[in-house]
């Protein structure tokens, strides 16, 4: 298994809390991504980083905000969770900022559920 | 609708035969890469294809490209109950972004 470490791995929050979602990865990737995925669904590219002080929005409007601030390290951050908020947040990283053909490394999620 | 469709959404087999799935993409490639995802994990990368590559095993996994008809297959042979899990294809584009764009998954589960 790939060096990619999330936490929590389980999160029941209520509405209106502000919750952070940590990812970590002990292989100096440059790429880092954050995937939303309901329930046997498809995967959706909510932010990712090419790198230190890098973010960007992904494809699926999200309104969760990210930082790079270190190479290793890829927070998640919901000012105001919502029920909406309710699903699977997966982390992945890929190394060399300008290779193509580089294959993700994925963490184990962080299943979040809001009340 | 998603860059990538796989085919069929689920699937069911029995231990020894098997698995073919299909994975359909809308825009130009550099590569496509296939995932295995058992419930409630990460993925976990099995293989990647380059957009001037037409097959590539590893082990009992055989993947094909066909670019012209912007298609991928996935096969496992001699399936084991070990790999039940969701399979999702996902394309790396030409777009000049590193971003990869994840189909709907096939969900397969092999019966002993």
């Known amino acids: 298994e790939a060096d990619i470490y999330q936490t929590p791995r389980y999160l029941v929050i209520g509405t209106g809390k502000k919750i952070t979602l940590e990812c970590s990865q002990t292989m100096g990737h440059d790429k880092m991504y954050w995937y939303q995925q309901d329930p046997g669904m498809e995967l959706h590219l909510i932010h990712y980083?090419?790198?230190?002080?890098?973010?960007e929005k992904g494809d699926l409007s999200s309104e969760s905000t990210v930082s790079r601030i270190r190479t290793e390290h890829f927070p998640l951050t919901l000012e105001s969770a919502r029920p909406s908020h309710t699903s699977q947040y997966l982390c992945?990283?890929?190394?060399?900022?300008?290779?193509?053909?580089?294959?993700?490394?994925f963490g184990n999620g962080t299943r979040l559920t809001v009340t | 609708s998603q860059q990538g469709e796989e085919d069929p959404q689920a699937l069911s087999i029995q231990e020894g035969e098997n698995a073919t799935m299909n994975c359909s993409y809308k825009?130009?490639?550099?590569?496509l890469q296939w995932y295995r995802q058992n419930s409630g994990r990460g993925l976990v990368h099995l293989i990647l294809i380059r957009s001037n590559e037409r097959e590539k095993h590893s082990g009992r996994l055989r993947v094909t490209l066909d670019t012209s008809k912007k298609s991928s297959s996935l096969l496992i042979t001699a399936s084991r109950a070990a790999d039940t899990a969701s399979y999702f294809c996902a394309t790396g584009t030409n777009s000049g972004t590193y971003k990869y764009i994840f189909g709907t998954g096939t969900r397969l589960k092999v019966l002993a």
């Open positions: 980083s090419y790198g230190v002080n890098s973010t």
């Open positions: 992945a990283s890929s190394m060399g900022l300008r290779q193509y053909n580089s294959p993700l490394h």
């Open positions: 825009t130009s490639i550099n590569n």
